[in-house]
């Protein structure tokens, strides 16, 4: 499971547009792991927001 302090940065290294839907990925890096999230985003009522959010990676980091 993913815990949110575990990570310390967060950096977007890919985003599409498909439609009327923008996804966006993102990677969570900390100390001892990493993870790609996949976020598709949709307007709802003139405000976007995340439809989605899939986790499409996960590794742990080695330690020195």
Known sequence: ALS????V???IVGFAT??????VKLR???S???AVL???WGNC???WQVLE???VRTAQVPVA
């Open 45 to 47: 009522d003139g405000q």
């Open 32 to 34: 001892a792991a990493a």
């Open 4 to 7: 949110t302090d575990e990570f």
């Open 18 to 23: 498909l439609g009327g839907h923008r996804v």
């Open 9 to 11: 940065r967060h950096r």
């Open 28 to 30: 969570l890096e900390g």
């Open 53 to 55: 959010a899939e986790v």
């Open 38 to 40: 996949q976020l598709r």
